[in-house]
């Protein structure tokens, strides 16, 4: 069986030559290529052309945003981030790369880790994301990550039956991988005003999760925070609420709530959490979506909402970094409509300002 090619790029050569020992313990991997920055990064990507780029964020020359962009615009590779910076400059930068089509990121190893516990953790990360097609984003092409795109024409509500034609105030959200971008070109075709609450679960690990609230709300003509409990939704249109890293979010008479229940899926935030209690609570006023994502998180909460009256929407293959979540909602008839990316935003913002 053919091994699995990985391109190391990290300019400090002592942690470099520490991931290629990793990887070069596992029989499945081999480096074909280091590089020390970003230049160099994506002259070996267009001559090698790795299965797989772990990349740092921090380089000189060309940084790992920057090199992100060009690689996933006119070469895409699946590209793992590993990245020990969680300031808040440097977490933008991440999502940024994230929003530019880096499928995952991963904490760099802790003196204090027990050993061989982060190794196996990079190794089973490395080997995922190898495995993962990913797409050519010309968004990316463009320079246009952090930027709002050229607006589209917005979508007309005659998609869906004239019973479901009511006005919805409640738009739900959940994503995994790919998500940081999925949900920047959704929420840049909701308009500011629109009258409807906007909750939104992402899977992202800890610590890179603590700030992406805040770079969401640069994204997007919405204010957007972590949620911190009691909120009343009735008293929150235009606004979106994510659930905070570690926290399950959900609804219950009227007002959000947060619990450390459980994982679901292994998630926590899980989607099906949040999904369920609308369902249970003010399912007629929801318009909910699953978009990209590894695994099945979402699916029987979204499944849950059809069936509570709920209109749904399941991202569709070509446009998902990973059709995990959304394609197991589809195969469970959760979905009422599958669309690509581009018409999920003005689809939702035609069925809220009605």
């Not at 249109?237 to 679901?264: D, N, Q, Y």
Request: hydrophobic content about 45%.
């Amino acid at each position: 069986m053919a091994k699995i090619r990985v391109l190391v790029v990290e300019d400090s050569l002592t942690v470099r030559k520490r991931l290629v020992e990793v990887i070069g313990s596992d029989n499945e991997l081999e480096v074909i290529g280091e590089a020390g920055n970003g230049q160099i990064a994506i002259e070996l990507c267009q001559s090698l052309r790795p299965d797989v780029i772990t990349l740092d964020m921090n380089l000189p020359v060309l940084d790992g945003v920057s090199a992100t962009e060009h690689i996933m615009g006119h070469f895409p590779t699946p590209i793992l981030i590993v990245s020990s910076s969680t300031n808040r400059g440097d977490l933008f930068k991440t999502y940024d790369a994230l929003a530019a089509g880096a499928v995952d990121v991963l904490e760099k190893p802790r003196a204090d880790a027990a050993p061989g516990v982060w190794e196996r953790k990079f190794l089973a990360a490395v080997k995922l994301v190898s495995r993962i097609r990913v797409i050519t984003h010309l968004r990316a092409r463009l320079g246009g990550v952090g930027r709002s795109p050229a607006p589209r024409a917005a979508a007309h509500g005659s998609q869906w039956p004239q019973a479901n034609a009511r006005t919805r105030s409640i738009v739900a959200l959940g994503a995994s991988t790919g998500g940081p971008g999925a949900l920047v070109d959704v929420l840049r075709e909701i308009p500011a005003n629109c009258p409807a609450a906007l909750l939104v679960v992402l899977h992202i690990d800890e610590p890179f999760s603590s700030a992406f609230a805040d770079w969401l709300s640069a994204q997007s003509a919405h204010p957007v925070v972590y949620a911190r409990g009691s909120e009343l939704l009735s008293a929150s249109a235009g606004r979106i609420f994510m659930a905070p890293p570690g926290r399950h979010l959900a609804v219950h008479a009227g007002k959000l709530w947060l619990s450390s229940e459980p994982e679901r899926h292994s998630c926590r935030p899980s989607v099906d959490v949040l999904f369920e209690s609308l369902a249970r609570e003010q399912a007629s006023d929801v318009v909910a979506c699953l978009l990209t994502g590894m695994g099945r998180d979402g699916a029987e909460g979204l499944l849950a909402l059809r069936r509570a009256g709920a209109l749904t929407i399941a991202q569709d293959e070509a446009t998902s970094i990973i059709y995990g979540m959304p394609r197991e909602a589809a195969l469970l008839g959760a979905a009422g409509q599958v669309l690509p990316l581009p018409e999920i935003g003005p689809a939702i913002a035609a069925l809220v300002q009605r």
